[in-house]
Each structure stands twice: as structure tokens, then as C-alpha cells.
């Protein structure tokens, strides 16, 4: 037997084909005809009986007697052209005699693949059969390759699509605080140089703010530094919800944050901002630390500084930002102080 209908039928079930003939005795010898074939074969005595086998198996070949009582061969074959599920299967019309060209062509039109004349060839029949049992089970490789070829690349989109989301996450990690959710110091340089090639290439004016928080000292060594950490991220909170969408905040180390508002009119506005942002961050926190709720009150110390006003170097208007802030503190703490 063919070595490919071998192969394929050592390790997976047995094509099924189908013998249609209204005689038993023609049933009976198409079946031991068909011994040396490695396929499972069902009989069926009329059209409506193979109509119905249709429904329960997928079959790989139907062998279909044309000259039957109540439904003829073509009649079968007609039923099965226009049903989707049996549309695609091959069907070898087996009749007493070579039909004229008029009815060969009629059996063509209703999906037969072949001819087998009666008295059946032995030899004729198995060659067909087994070749078209070979297509079958080629399709069947084909569609169980492409199916596997499918799930690899569902394997490996899902696995591109979960790199990129590490990557995504590694980036963020290395980019962003991890207590406040703020960007942090390389993320904010990074945000830094693009305001200063975006108002160089546009004039426009931006504003740098460094902010360290007066009191936070005291606050973790009274109540310790889950209350602190709890203070850093209502901070945050709080700058985040009180700045424009274009503006850019950020976390620098422990208790120190900076903010760039770009664009801004003039420096009065940029101050007025900045004075805004000191009275919201004196605001009293209520801080929920377990079951409990501590209440603490801190207060800020802002440094202003101006692009291109105060410098156009973006290293040196951070120094300007942090002396202003400095000098706030030195002075009573609590204020907004711009750069000169």
C-alpha cells in the first residue's frame, strides 16, 4: 500500500469512505474489494441512507453507484454538491456501463471526480481509491500543518506581546519613582532637555520649580516611615492633580520634587503658580495608616527659575531653581523665592 496512507494511518484514525449501491451483493463484494485499503467503510442501500451517513462522518471518498430506485446517483451527488459540510468530498460514480459524454458530463457538473465501470477492476479500484485517500490524508497534513503554523504564531505574538510589556515595564521602573509613581531624576532631565530645544525652536518660556518639603523630618521621626512614605505619595498626589496636562512633575530624592510648567506667559505668572502650589501643599493630610488616621501638617519651599530668562543651559538653571529654594529655606522656610 502507499507509504504515505501507511504512515498516516499507524498513528491516527482511519479515513472514512463510503460505498453506495441499492444491491447487497454488490455491497458485499465492493467490501472485500476493498480489504487491502487502510479505511474504515460504511455501506449504505440507498441514497437517503448515505444522505444521512453523511451527517454523522466526514467521509474521504464516496463510491456511488448511478442506477439506484427512488433517488439515482446524480440525485445523491446533487444533495451533496450543495450542502456545505459535503460539498468538498470526492465522489467516484460506479456504473454498469461508460456513460454517454452528455451524462459523464452531468456527473462532472454534480461533483464527481471519477468513473468506475462494472464488472469492477480490482486493480482499477484500488489505484483509485488509494489516490484519492492520498489527497485526503495530504489535506489533512496540510490543514493540521497550517493549524500548527497558526498556533506558533499565536505562540510567538503573545510572547513579542509580553517582552514588550516587560520592556514597557523595565522602562517605566528605571524612569519612575517607585514609592510616589512620580517620573524620577532621569526622567525628568529627559523632560528637561526637550523644554529646552521646544523653546528654542519656538520662544517659548518655561518654568522650573524645585520644591523640598518643610517639616518632613519631623514627621518620620515622630511617627515614623510608613506615615512619611504615606506623606510622599499624598504629595504627589496633590501636584499631580493640581497641574496642567503639558506641565511635568517629578520626585528627585526623599523629600525633594521639581516641576516644569511649560509654556508660561511671564515669570509673575510662574510665581503665582508656584505660590499656588506652596498653599496647597501646607494644606493639613490626613494620612490612613492601618486603622488608623494621622494627621500632620508640613510646608513647602520653592525655587523658581526661568528658561530663557535666567539661563538658557538647562544644568545651570537647575542650580539657579535649587539656590532660590535654598534661600527660602534659609529665611524662614515656607515660600516661593524666583532666581535673579
Keep these: 500500500m502507499n507509504q504515505l496512507l501507511q504512515e498516516m494511518t499507524d498513528d491516527a484514525p482511519l479515513p472514512k469512505v463510503l460505498v453506495v449501491d441499492d444491491v447487497a451483493a454488490n455491497l458485499a463484494a465492493m467490501r472485500r474489494l476493498l480489504v487491502p485499503v487502510k479505511a474504515e467503510i460504511h455501506l449504505a442501500r440507498s441514497g437517503n441512507e448515505a444522505l444521512a451517513l453523511c451527517l454523522d462522518h466526514d467521509f474521504a471518498l464516496i463510491l456511488l453507484d448511478v442506477q439506484m430506485p427512488d433517488m439515482d446517483g446524480f440525485e445523491v451527488a446533487s444533495y451533496l454538491s450543495e450542502n456545505p459540510a459535503t460539498c468538498g468530498i470526492p465522489v467516484i460514480f460506479v456504473t454498469a456501463a461508460y456513460l454517454d459524454d452528455i451524462n459523464r458530463l ?121 506615615v512619611g512614605d504615606k506623606l510622599l505619595c499624598a504629595i504627589a498626589q496633590r501636584l499631580r492633580g493640581s497641574l496642567r496636562n503639558e506641565d511635568v512633575t517629578a520626585r528627585l530624592s526623599g523629600d525633594e520634587f521639581a516641576v516644569i510648567m511649560a509654556p508660561v506667559t511671564d515669570g509673575e505668572t510662574a510665581q503665582k503658580q508656584a505660590e499656588r502650589l506652596c498653599a496647597l501643599l501646607c494644606e493639613p493630610y490626613a494620612l490612613a495608616v492601618g486603622a488608623d488616621t494621622v494627621n500632620v501638617v508640613v510646608g513647602a519651599s520653592i525655587g523658581v527659575a526661568l528658561y530663557p530668562a535666567h539661563s538658557r543651559d538647562g544644568t545651570e538653571l537647575m542650580r539657579l531653581a535649587d539656590a532660590a529654594m535654598y534661600n527660602v529655606k534659609q529665611n524662614g522656610k515656607q515660600g516661593v523665592l524666583v532666581a535673579v
Design 106 to 226: 452531468k456527473g462532472y457538473t454534480f461533483g464527481a471526480v471519477d468513473y468506475i465501470a462494472k464488472p469492477i477492476n480490482d486493480a482499477v479500484l484500488l489505484s483509485k481509491v488509494t489516490v484519492f485517500l492520498d489527497l485526503h490524508i495530504s489535506k489533512l497534513r496540510l490543514k493540521a500543518a497550517m493549524e500548527e503554523l497558526e498556533r506558533r504564531n499565536r505562540q510567538l505574538e503573545d510572547e513579542v506581546e509580553e517582552r514588550r510589556r516587560i520592556e514597557k515595564q523595565i522602562r517605566h521602573m528605571a524612569t519612575h519613582d517607585s514609592l510616589t509613581g512620580l517620573g524620577n531624576r532621569i526622567l525628568f532631565l529627559d523632560h528637561l532637555s526637550r523644554a529646552v530645544s521646544h523653546s528654542d525652536r519656538h520662544g517659548d518660556l518655561f518654568a522650573l520649580l524645585y520644591l523640598d518639603i518643610d517639616g518632613f523630618k519631623q514627621v518620620n521621626d515622630t511617627h515614623g516611615h510608613a
